[in-house]
Nanobody, 123 residues
């Protein structure tokens, strides 16, 4: 069983930066694809970014491309989301996700989820 614990959320002004972390349990982290999704009130859970386990290929939603960077440290079983140039529309609960299968941008295809961390961007 893989457990995911996010941290690093908070309140920031527009244009600011935050770095989210997701610590994973389990010895198979290296082979897992990891991702970040976000959910604003009353909206669906949307894909933000993902990083594959084997070659570390990264993929981003168009809305965050060039501003957010996903990375992983396999020695620490941790995946990160560096968020720069934050906008009010980035406000949401951010969820870390992991899967041992092929990763996609569709939330229901992911196997494991963290509890979420709130990110609020003020204008």
């Amino acid at each position: 069983q893989v457990q995911l614990v996010e941290s690093g959320g908070g309140l920031v002004q527009a244009g600011g930066s935050l770095r989210l972390s997701c610590a994973a349990s389990g010895r198979t982290f290296r082979s897992y694809s990891m991702g970040w999704f976000r959910q604003a009130p009353g909206k669906e859970r949307d894909f933000v970014a993902r990083i594959n386990g084997n070659y570390g290929s990264t993929y981003y939603a168009d809305s965050v491309k060039g501003r957010f960077t996903i990375s992983r440290d396999n020695a620490k079983n941790t995946v990160y989301l560096q968020m720069n140039s934050l906008k009010p529309e980035d406000t949401a609960v951010y969820y870390c996700a992991g899967t041992s299968t092929i990763s996609t941008a569709v939330a229901r295809t992911w196997e494991h989820w963290g509890q979420g961390t709130q990110v609020t961007v003020s204008s």
